[in-house]
T-cell receptor, first 115, second 114 residues
Framework: KQEVTQIPAALSVPEGENLVLNCSFT??????LQWFRQDPGKGLTSLLL?????REQTSGRLNASLDKSSGRSTLYIAASQPGDSATYLC??????????????FGQGTILTVHP | EAQVTQNPRYLITVTGKKLTVTCSQN?????MSWYRQDPGLGLRQIYY???????DKGDVPEGYKVSRKEKRNFPLILESPSPNQTSLYFC?????????????FGQGTRLTVV
């Protein structure tokens, strides 16, 4: 059964800092991994999708890396802004067994960026 | 615009009163699923559907039913809601369950059962 851990659980930083959010997963048999953003009480907004054959994916100030064999992904946020404050979730999509096709979510990293 | 639409967004109901949360997607996706989100437990899959008339249980299916009569719609049915089903519910869809597929989520339905 896939298990996903996100570290740190919470992060509070001043505006302008570069950040790294970590995600680890136990089953490396995945099709892809998706990073989401969730504002309090709101839906999930997809940030980046990395295929299992890719090492990195970039969108604006966001860069996500994937090391499938070691079960790790990182989300790098450059020059953080107060508007980046949200919960960030990673979710690998299972490639076989009982997790086939399913997104398994971590608990998330709660990010607060102070002006 | 590609989207997943859930209704209602907020619902307060009483124990035992049957309810349905609707989910519709406009992307001709085959794979749809329902999740619930609870503090400390994260998002957990309730049911999923690989295509029309094909549904299966996720991790926490007890107390829920689903149907997939049309490709675009995937309603979640609570036949006899109980307070432990108070939660934030999300519907998601993707082209299929494998490969190059991005998941799209609805805006969520906050359900309170009293």
């Amino acid at each position: 059964k896939q298990e996903v851990t996100q570290i740190p659980a919470a992060l509070s930083v001043p505006e302008g800092e570069n950040l790294v959010l970590n995600c680890s997963f136990t089953d490396s048999a995945i099709y892809n991994l998706q990073w989401f953003r969730q504002d309090p009480g709101k839906g999930l907004t997809s940030l980046l999708l990395i295929q299992s054959s890719q090492r990195e994916q970039t969108s604006g100030r966001l860069n996500a890396s994937l090391d499938k064999s070691s079960g790790r992904s990182t989300l790098y946020i450059a020059a953080s802004q107060p508007g980046d404050s949200a919960t960030y979730l990673c979710a690998p999509r299972g490639g076989g067994g009982t997790s086939y096709g399913k997104l398994t979510f971590g608990q998330g990293t709660i990010l607060t960026v102070h002006p | 615009e590609a989207q997943v639409t859930q209704n209602p967004r907020y619902l307060i109901t009483v124990t035992g009163k049957k309810l349905t949360v609707t989910c519709s997607q406009n992307m001709n996706h085959e794979y749809m699923s329902w999740y619930r989100q609870d503090p400390g437990l994260g998002l957990r899959q309730i049911y999923y559907s690989m295509n029309v008339e094909v549904t299966d249980k996720g991790d926490v299916p007890e107390g829920y039913k689903v149907s997939r009569k049309e490709k675009r719609n995937f309603p979640l049915i609570l036949e006899s809601p109980s307070p432990n089903q108070t939660s934030l519910y999300f519907c998601a869809s993707s082209l299929n369950r494998q490969g190059n597929t991005e998941a799209f989520f609805g805006q969520g339905t906050r359900l309170t059962v009293v």
